[in-house]
């Protein structure tokens, strides 16, 4: 008895399995209709089978309304048949689910062939017989006819089959709905991201910015499983319909994780969230190599395993986040929800829980939307939460500057006192300053005074010498003279004038009258050079010294070389030979008696040069001038030892020498610059050592012009 029940079961089971679907009839005025209860299916694993061996398979009914095939890597066959009992000689069928990769539907025909339509993501889309995202086949069907028909399919997605039969018009206007209603919620998405990157550029807060990119990528998700960005963004490209159902949906996480960190601040306030986020980022990030590697069954079950955790960890974080008083986090979390409940509905609905049917089917583009208007609202009040914080940071700061404003008059009080102190205090090392800047400038001057002096002693001592040297013996040979003139006074009056006049002419050989008349003459002619020699002299002091010419004014530079040249003779060392190579050279408007200056310092530095080279070479000192574009251009140049770069780089600092301490204040040429520099001219040096130097002074022609 046990054996022939268990039989019995398993017959009317088999039977049940083995009984074909009833075919679809098509009347008159019938609507659009579902014909999930019309299929019969069967999966092939093997994905080897052709149309022909297929009719002979095992096709089961799925007893449901929009047959729910999962994610498989197999092929699935689906057959049904349909009757015409209308008047209509063409009728639609539409799969309504636009990422199936491969789909192709096979119409037995009467003579047992079979003609076959192929499309899918697998096939460009301008080979569909009809422009829209569904696969829609038209039926060439006459009334009163019967026809067998064949679907295979092949996804590597989530698969269902919800497949309707109706006119050309019900399917188009079925169609034209649901776009108005997409159109509805694209126009959501791109008002809440035009609105989002508006606050963004005001506020130039980054988690604006983030959003408009999360948002955009919602809707691209929504697009894609829809199949509106195959149709109108990349038709020619099936790997990228293929493809885009993963890449797309892991840039939407991606984003939605970022953007979630920097609106909840997760890495200031809860940081355990913050590094979870981080390794649900990692593991998004992850989802690309299984896809890139066309390993799409894979890439497709990862994806939806870590969009179930993130949406969970998401929801978990929000409410954390929300329980410790963190406001922003409740909007986030009431946004979160709903949009979960929406992924919950699709999901069930996914998995024959919940019916095929409008709600089901716009559950996730309404959660989708509601949660983008949500999270504007809350970023919106987050700009209000900062406006709020921002006017009580400044009455804070008001205060705290009310404060410090009290504080400060105290201290600023303080430091302007101390500020006069030390005034008066700088006033004074001021002073100071001045005053042993006055006593070095002098010293300088004194030292070079001082050998002026010398030079000018030891030149009018010679001429000097020779007159006081010429005076004893002129007043010796006019005392002579004297006497013999004496003598001729007194000659007598008497008649022994023969004898006296014997005595004078005995007198005159004893003077040696001839001898003294040229002695005389040489002497007057000593006394007379002495004194023209110290007249030139004289005159080269006064040419100096330019006593009476201390404003501006045109002068002959020649002069003032040759003059201080006279006053230095002295300096100048037995084995130099002084060479003048003087130009065309016009009056040029100077301070004669500063320029004087400059050239006794560049002088006397080359004598002091030369005095510590080698003595017993031939040395020279080259004074050139000539006019050089419009300039004037001094060239004093000497054989001595030169100087090395480092020292070139420092003579014209104050209070730099190279001589030997007590012997030099280092002013000299700091003072030769400062001149120069008043007259709006420059000075170079070419040295080298043991090369000698080079001191080339350019002066302009008018020194009130080139200020000018």
Known sequence: ???????????????????????????????????????????????????????????????????????????????????????????????????????????????????????????????????????????????????????????????????????????????????????????????????????????????????????????????????????????????MAQHATVLVPIVNGLTALWFIQQFLLTKQYYKTGHKLINILIALYVGCFVPSLLDMYIVAQIWVQVVVGIAALSVLYISARMSLMGYSSARFFLIAWSIFLLSVLVFVLRNANVLPYNEFTYYALQIGSAMEALLLSFALAYKINLFKAEALQASQENERLVREQNIILEDKVHKRTEELQTSNEELNIAMKNLKDAQTQLVEREKMASLGQLTAGIAHEINNPINFVTSNIKPLKLDIQDIKTLLEKYDALPQSQDIHGALQDIAAFKEEIDIDYIHDEISSLIKGIEDGATRTSEIVKGLRTFSRLDESELKSVDLHEGLDSTLVLLKNNIPPNVKVVREYGSLPKIECYAGKMNQVFMNILTNAFNAIKTNNKDREEMVTITTREDNGLALISIKDTGPGMTEKVKEKIFDPFFTTKDVGEGTGLGLSIVFSIIEKHSGRIEVITAPDKGAEFIIYLPMSVTAHAS
């Open 1 to 239: 008895m046990f054996r022939f029940i268990v039989l019995l079961l398993l017959t009317i089971f088999g039977f049940q399995q083995l009984e074909a679907a009833p075919p679809f009839v098509f009347r008159n005025n019938m609507p659009l209709t579902r014909i999930g209860k019309n299929l019969e299916i069967y999966t092939d694993k093997t994905n080897k089978l052709d149309i022909n061996a297929v009719t002979k398979a095992p096709f089961t009914s799925p007893d449901e309304n929009v047959p729910n095939l999962q994610i498989t890597p197999y092929t699935h066959w689906v057959r049904f048949t349909i009757t015409n009992e209308s008047d209509l000689r063409e009728l639609l069928l539409e799969v309504e689910y636009p990422t199936i990769d491969d789909i192709t539907l096979f119409e037995r025909q009467p003579d047992g062939s079979y003609k076959t339509t192929h499309l899918g993501e697998f096939t460009s889309y301008s080979n569909r017989p009809v422009d829209h995202q569904n696969y829609i086949f038209p039926l060439a069907l006459h009334p009163n006819t019967t026809r067998q028909y064949y679907l295979r399919v092949v996804a590597g997605e989530q698969l269902q089959l919800p497949i309707f039969v109706g006119t050309r018009d019900q399917v188009m206007e079925k169609n034209d709905y649901r776009e108005l209603i997409f159109g509805l919620y694209i126009g959501v998405i791109l008002a809440m991201s035009c609105y989002n990157l508006f606050l963004y550029i005001s506020t130039r807060d980054i988690s604006y910015l983030t959003y408009v990119s999360y948002n955009i990528f919602v809707g691209l998700t929504q697009a894609t499983l829809q199949g509106y960005t195959f149709r109108f963004i990349y038709p020619g490209s099936p790997w």
